[in-house]
């Protein structure tokens, strides 16, 4: 089993899930996050104190796969959110020992 | 008539409040997190501009000045109030806050994409070419008044001792509000073009309690709207003045409360029959759609007339904010589905359901007064459309090909909050700012000691 | 009198205020975010849905119809404001937002749980069986009103010209409003039962500004609540009228906000006491508690009468909304606790410190005036606990034993926004609606292409 | 007048509503999420504690009692509104208002940091030192007013048929409420020190859509503020009175109005031309500022003169809100750099821009007045400075030194609402809490069988 | 070391934690995030317009524990979060080198 | 490739950045997230009803680092985030396999 992280932009996490749907992933984790990175910021200026705003929102996916799957879901990943322009973000790939289905109780493989 | 008097402050009062705060929480609910801001302060610049605009020359052209072919009147013969006496000031703050919350309904149908500067200089030419001059044809005595000779309604029914047969009805401002604002939505809408993601990326409201609030706040301030628009028979503030302020005014609130309320639940029940169940949105929105519709009308129904109008208003925009869609047009908020339709059904219904029971009524279609009161209605409608979409569209182009009109596309999908007004609307984190922390950049140095002396 | 006229067009639309937006606010912060659009929404149609009612038949079922039995009117006399004088437009106006508020009152008691259908149809049975016969016993001339020969008081201590020899005093409704309100919440609650995990799950609420602002608003429109509520000795709009005007508004007002200030402040020493420190939710608490229990009473003390009863309230209140727990009812934001507390302590309370010198206004116990109007006061109060005991038994049990009270256990952990509206009331995500994004189903095929025409 | 006497009512509810709860959102949503109830709750208590010394001694020190050096009059006099006419109860509760907002101004200058109990024992003290001692000077015939011989202006230019030559002019309150919180403001921040990271860590708004919320319904208050602060010529009621009232009151809406429109436009161009681009925050700061600059002048000033004060207003404020981080001094939501600078751009520009055409105005320098009323105008602020500088000072330190001003550390860095309040503001989680979860610890036992009785 | 990663759903969230603390589990990092999968979402619809709403509010756990306990952990989640019914989650377990407590500097199980 | 994760207090986000900016670390990914150990939560009190709030804001920070600076970054982490106090966090440390970088497909070290 591989975990695979992914920190995207916002606004190209529809066509991700939509790749990966296609790809046949049933299933993945979402949060929101924020990216520090070559990505700059904004800078906000209140009653004229100004704010460097060093974080950017991304979008931040997990999934658990199959060892055989974990280079093409990364692929599809990079593919669909990639704009060229800085900050498109990162995916990274770990191992996992196992996975369980907690409705179930079924484990790795049949888990997913 | 100081009572009176104390009513049209309170009301001139109430309808500012409609725009600020109130329409700009209804909209900023609806618009997305990243751009409640711009949609906030479409409203707020809405009235600091054409605030000053009207008194300088937006009195004049509509009400004081010389009547210029039924039109617009001169809108320097009472520059800046100049010649007003200052117990009319009342009529013009009035006046005013009609002028501003009109220009301000626009920005619904343009949300999330438009230049703050050029909407800043949008306000000004617009109310100048489109609001004052419907306000001068419909209550100025112009070409939409029954007080006209050369009027629409006097040229086609005729004319008799100082008015025409038939007089047009619009109590409130169906026409010069709500259609306009309408019409002109639309029109820069197909102008401007749509948000990016429009039809595919959601966009839903990102904060319906605020938009429920507005709604509430539209609602109380209406009243100031269409209760302070009684327009006195003798005028003289004599016994017969405040006879009939003591019961217009209570049948005008009534009337403005049960179209609304109708419309709430004719809203609710199309939602509830069409997508399964009715939501805070469509209660809202309903609100808005019945107070829309009740406008023009609220001075000339009776009790049955005000529900019906409720009813078909509620109905017919609960269908026709769906409309956007299948159309392709971008209206953002639903400025056309809500106050286009709404303000055509409300003036039109009057040719039918209107009452002479009713304090400033003649008898409509259905008590026997024949076709002529809706025809004169629709027909003013007509030209109120009409003259809005020509007045928007040479304003809107003009801003296009000189301004511009769109942020660009990376400023509006990261959102115009941010682009154009450099502030995000939220930081509720409990990590007090750190999720979207950054550094103090401004003018720090002579505070970077703060943590020792805080106890100084 | 078109001065005193004006402020009653204010006060009605003072009134509907406080239902939408205020009271929406005050309990939609205290609930929890997946929930509070559904409770906003029973504010929002117990406007709808009583306000067209009310114009229909309660106008004439409180005051217009002929009386039956002292219990209340004829509903058909004056159906839909048959008859009614377009002068008489605005009382019709004030007393239909009173009905609307009553209703709206109760939902806070039942949140979180209750079909949307079984609410709407609870709304109209309710205000039938209980709020308009309530109105009219106790300010139709009824059974409970110091003018009807064989009312409660007259019966008890006699009646001489006119009127009953010890007067019942409810000048803005503490019986007929929160009495009544306070005593349907617990009949439905111990009716519907328990939310999910009560006692158990946190049930904090989830947005406190929003239940500040509601208490603001709510003070805001309680001037019209109380201040509106005066009735003139003479009554023939002339000098006495006009005077009696012009000094009792005044001191309604001012014990108004003396009462609510004093409870606010009663509530935090409470919670000072007790829990260690004190809170933002028990200050907007002790506001509510305060306004509820000067509601009967603002024209019946002085200052200090005022301060008294503010502070009996707030600590009162402050103790009662426990009980709750002990009991193990669900009275989810403290109808009981806060409007049947709060409205028994103000109407017993006239007993006690009631005082000749104020306006309207009887000696009471405190000012040598014998326990007759203590026992009158609390005899009021018993009796208008028992009739809208009943009432509501009688309509929650035919709901209960035919649509059902409850949604499913399912649709109650998920959140009853998403079940009964289908929507969530925030998305407030910088990523704009992504993180609970998804993709636009309806009507897209037409604007599919909408990311190139975008700038067309 | 009846009409006027309505329109005092409308206007002391409104004034009220502007500090709960327009002050409240205004300031709560500047403040960070950790911190946003404490704020609110400054304000809800201010009306809290001031309302009733209000009642209690405030009046009768401010207008009822006999006069002490023209300082103050005897607060014992009238102690509870002894011997006060019924029908001046509404004047009572119009200058409570303002005596609550004024208290309630403060606030904002040390938001964050303020041990609660601290602030409770402040409110009474410093309206009794500085604010009805202020109030009675100007507008009780003290010593900065026009009708006492022995007054400032008197002193400097004489006094004839009971008038000063040169009369002081303040409407509404430029010195009394503006300034007089403005320098309190500063004195406190002075004397309690900054917050913890201040000009280091970030400390933006939390919530901007509230401060738009605050700002709007601030603008809808002040009319209450500014047009209801009318004195009339004749007193007595009779036609004069009535006629002044409905010219004068009209004046002083549209250039309250204008004055706020310009001051909002002004203050984004500032913000636009510094930092690039104009704000939301800006722009209801700079509503702000202009209310809070044709405050004293709105009476005094045509409608030229009132875009003056507002343009003039605008930018300075704009301006002056940087200046803490220059001299480091945390005026954390800008009381001195909105209400100090603001009262007096508005008290001292009366002596240039006033126009006797104006129905409360005499001609400043502008329009050949001469200097003296500049002169005079610009020692009454001072005065006003140095009195509240003092009498604040006083209060200030005695609770330095006693109860101690600031929270701890840590409280300060985890949050005001959890240690002096042990509340959250926000709990929006769709998870309905779970994020910020925590089991129900009291009185539980009774209910932990609620699941299964749920639906008894 | 292990960390176990628990997604489960959010009103199951205080149970779990009820049990793990029984166990002797002293700590966790809990986040609110978004699931997708088997468990479809809501259809929310405002103005006519439908949204598929196609994640589901979850409550993700991270737990870091020696080897020995990461069996036991992991069945505990498994009982308490589950309910049989589609969407109660996933729980993973991954490798991990070492754990550090910030305030004392102290490595690996003593820093549990 | 190693996966630092640190879970810190909110208020000291702003030092550990800079902290790491200063080393070289170019990027990371934070969230906010909830803390569940020795530190107790608050007790909250709503209308007499007492909650125990058993979490606490945390910041949440991953960083993929070089195995080469993994030890020097946990140091740096460890060393800013520190003030002695219970409820200071955790820093954990757990094997990638890979990483790339999205907008250009660069793998490992070259996406960092
Ligand atoms: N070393 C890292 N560890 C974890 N996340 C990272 C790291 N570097 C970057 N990221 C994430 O990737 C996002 C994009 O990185 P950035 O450097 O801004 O642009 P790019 O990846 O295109 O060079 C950042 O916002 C951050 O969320
Ligand atoms: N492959 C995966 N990787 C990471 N998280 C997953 C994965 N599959 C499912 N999940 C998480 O588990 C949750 C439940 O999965 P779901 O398929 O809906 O139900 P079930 O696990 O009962 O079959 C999802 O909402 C998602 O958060
Ligand atoms: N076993 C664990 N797994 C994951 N995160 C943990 C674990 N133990 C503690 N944490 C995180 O570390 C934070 C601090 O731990 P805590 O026990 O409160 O203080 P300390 O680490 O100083 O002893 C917790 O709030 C939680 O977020």
Chains 1, 5, 6 share one sequence.
């Not at chain 1, 049933?26 to 009653?47: A, D, F, L, N, P």
């Not at chain 1, 799957?69 to 996992?96: E, N």
């Not at chain 2, 419309?263 to 399964?276: C, K, N, S, T, Y």
């Not at chain 2, 040479?394 to 801003?399: M, N, P, W």
């Amino acid at each position: 089993m591989k975990l695979i992280t992914a920190v995207i932009k916002p606004h190209k996490w529809e066509d991700v899930r939509e790749a990966l749907e296609t790809f046949g992933v049933t299933g993945m984790t979402v949060s929101e996050v924020s990216g520090y990175g070559r990505q700059k910021g904004h800078t906000e200026v209140y009653r004229g104190a100004e704010y460097d705003i060093a974080l950017v929102p991304k979008i931040r996916i997990e999934i658990v796969v199959d060892d055989s799957d974990a280079a093409d879901v990364v692929d599809i990943v990079v593919k669909t959110a990639q704009t060229g322009r800085i900050g498109d973000g990162k995916v990274w790939v770990a191992p996992v020992d196992s996975v369980v289905r907690v409705r179930t109780g079924e484990r790795d493989e049949a888990a997913l | 008539m100081d009572g009176y008097y104390a009513w049209m402050l309170m009301s001139s009062s109430l309808v500012l409040m409609m725009t600020v705060p109130a329409l700009a929480l209804f909209y900023g609910g609806m618009s997305r997190s990243k751009s409640v801001l711009n949609m906030m302060m479409m409203s707020f610049t809405a009235l600091g501009v054409v605030g000053i605009v009207y008194v300088l020359w937006g009195w004049s052209m509509s009400y004081a000045g010389t009547n210029v072919a039924g039109l617009f009147a001169n809108p320097f013969s009472a520059f800046g109030l100049k010649g007003v006496d200052y117990a009319d000031y009342v009529y013009v703050a009035f006046q005013l806050t009609f002028a501003v919350i009109t220009a301000a309904l626009i920005s619904g149908a343009i949300a999330d994409r438009v230049k703050f500067s050029a909407w800043l200089v949008f306000l000004p030419l617009w109310v100048t070419l489109s609001y004052f001059p419907l306000a001068h044809m419909v209550w100025g005595g112009g070409f939409l008044s029954g007080a006209s000779e050369h009027g629409l309604s006097a040229t086609l029914f005729g004319f008799v001792d100082g008015a025409a047969k038939v007089i047009p009805q619009d109590y409130a401002g169906g026409t010069v509000v709500h259609i306009n604002a309408g019409v002109a939505g639309l029109v820069l809408v197909l102008l401007i073009g749509k948000r990016l993601g429009f039809g595919a990326e959601p966009m839903k409201p990102h904060n319906l309690t605020l938009t429920m609030i507005g709604a509430g706040l539209l609602w109380f301030g209406w009243f100031g709207f269409n209760v302070g628009s009684i327009v006195f028979v003798a005028g003289d503030g004599g016994e017969k003045d405040i006879a009939q302020f003591m019961s217009e005014t209570g049948v005008t609130w009534i009337n403005t409360t049960l179209a609304t309320c109708a419309a709430m639940l004719a809203w609710l029940a199309v939602e509830r029959l069409r997508d399964g169940k009715g939501t805070s949105l469509g209660a809202a929105s309903g609100v808005v759609a019945g107070l829309v519709a009740i406008t023009p009308s609220c001075g000339s129904v009776d009790v049955y007339g005000a529900l019906i109008i409720g009813v078909v208003a509620g109905a017919a925009c609960a269908y026709a904010v769906g409309l956007k869609y299948k159309f392709g047009y971008d209206d953002s908020l639903d400025v056309v589905g809500v106050h286009l339709v709404g303000g055509i059904v409300g003036t039109v219904l009057i040719g039918v359901v209107s009452s002479a029971s009713a304090p400033g009524g003649v008898d409509g279609l259905l008590y026997g007064g024949g076709v002529k009161p809706l025809v004169v209605q629709t027909l003013t409608a007509a030209f109120a459309i009409a003259w809005s979409a020509i007045a928007t569209l040479i304003v809107g182009l003009a801003i296009k090909y000189t301004l511009g009109w769109r942020i660009t596309e990376e400023s509006e999908s990261e959102g115009i909050d941010f682009n154009e007004h450099g502030e995000s609307a939220y930081d509720l984190g409990l990590s007090g700012g750190a999720r979207r922390a950054g550094a103090l950049v401004g003018a720090v140095a002579a505070t970077s000691s703060s943590k020792e002396e805080a106890n100084a």
